[in-house]
């Protein structure tokens, strides 16, 4: 344990760790599993990845449980969703073990960096993949380089479980409607920045992207899905350009537990006005409530209050009680990793 550290005061950046695990894809197989304590990489300046965005990431978390074991949370789901996103990148497509034995070994070989229980903060596993073949001619990757390196981790918004303020951007948009929306690429990160600054120098957290086509139906909140709350149901947006966020798959199994009705369908933005709670969801976030919505163009505002809804906070706490191991694991979803 790293004795000296503020676990509780952690924001969401990266600090380093011991070690990262390392898979290469050559000659048309993939090597096995390498553990370095390297944090930089060696490559060609014409690799695809650097010239045509040929990456992919993940994103999921190890918690140190009430019981002080630590849980891997449905660390499998990601891996599937890293493997559709190589599909979609031509990328070759590493087994499901292959990935899993690898967050697996991370966790267990940076023990010291897992967050305290108690502390708010968690280990977040960053698998990223990319294509490493040298050349010049747009065409898919021969070679990669899959990485799942972590870092400990405090809140991804500031406000923490606080309500947020959130804006509508209606000049720029995240994903095509047949794009990469729905897999986890750089691409679809790189184009959702300009707007990102643009809301944040006027002093909100982040943008609600709409779909591209018709700018009428609200698709993702930033880096997470969106969700919005009314008359005992939890509504979130349908549509193939969102990324299928597991912490939101997560949701709508507890709201359903909960006897909440859930309805995935388009969510046209007029209807924001009628929602008695909404929030963003996703690993870094989890849940962050939100508290105002701005649209930056109509300069209509939507006010929810600066509260944590009653409905948000009862999901919050069932999803961190299973992550913790203080609820049990109905589900599966949790992997014990130490
Ligand atoms: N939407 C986008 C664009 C994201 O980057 C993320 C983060 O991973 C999410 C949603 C939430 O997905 P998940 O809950 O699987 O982390
Ligand atoms: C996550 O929630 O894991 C994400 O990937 C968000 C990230 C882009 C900061």
Redesign the pocket.
């Known amino acids: 344990m790293d004795n000296n550290l503020d676990w509780s005061a952690l924001g969401f950046n990266y600090r380093k760790t011991d070690v990262n695990a390392r898979y290469t894809f050559t000659e048309g197989k993939w090597s096995e599993m390498v553990i370095t304590d390297d944090e930089y990489i060696k490559m060609h300046m014409s690799a695809s990845c650097l010239h045509y965005g040929i990456e992919l990431f993940e994103?999921?978390k190890a918690f140190r449980g009430v019981d002080g074991k630590v849980r891997l949370f449905r660390v499998r789901d990601?891996v599937e969703?890293l493997r559709a996103s190589a599909e979609r990148l031509c990328l070759p497509v590493p087994t499901v073990e292959m990935v899993v034995d690898a967050c697996i070994e991370v966790v267990k070989r940076n023990e010291r960096h897992i967050p305290p229980y108690g502390s708010g903060a968690s280990l977040y596993l960053r698998p990223i993949m990319f294509g490493t073949t040298a050349g010049l001619g747009v065409r898919p990757a021969k070679d990669a380089l899959l990485i799942v390196y972590c870092s400990p981790v405090g809140a991804y918004f500031k406000e923490g479980i606080k309500p947020i303020s959130v804006a509508i951007d209606r000049e720029q948009d995240?994903a095509a409607p047949r794009g990469t929306g729905d897999v986890?690429v750089g691409g679809?990160?790189a184009s959702s920045l300009l707007s990102g600054e643009h809301a944040r120098k006027l002093g909100y957290s982040n943008v609600i992207y709409l779909d591209a086509a018709e700018h009428k139906y609200i698709e993702?909140c930033?880096?997470?899905?969106f969700f919005g709350i009314k008359e005992g149901k939890y509504i979130t947006p349908k549509s193939n350009s969102?990324?299928?966020?597991?912490?939101?798959k997560s949701l709508r199994q507890l709201a359903r537990d909960m006897g909440l009705e859930v309805e995935d369908r388009k969510i046209p933005v007029e209807e924001l006005a009628t929602f008695e709670e909404c929030g963003a969801?996703?690993?870094?976030?989890i849940i962050s409530p939100i508290g105002k919505i701005f649209d930056m163009q109509t300069n209509v505002v939507y006010d929810y209050g600066m509260k944590v809804g009653e409905k948000s906070l009862a999901l919050y706490n069932k999803l961190q009680d299973i992550q913790h191991g203080r609820a049990e694991d109905k589900h599966g979803w949790c992997t014990i990793v130490l």
């Open positions: 994103g999921l990601n969703r995240r986890k679809n990160y993702e930033g880096a997470a899905n969102v990324l299928p966020s597991i912490t939101n969801c996703g690993t870094a976030a």
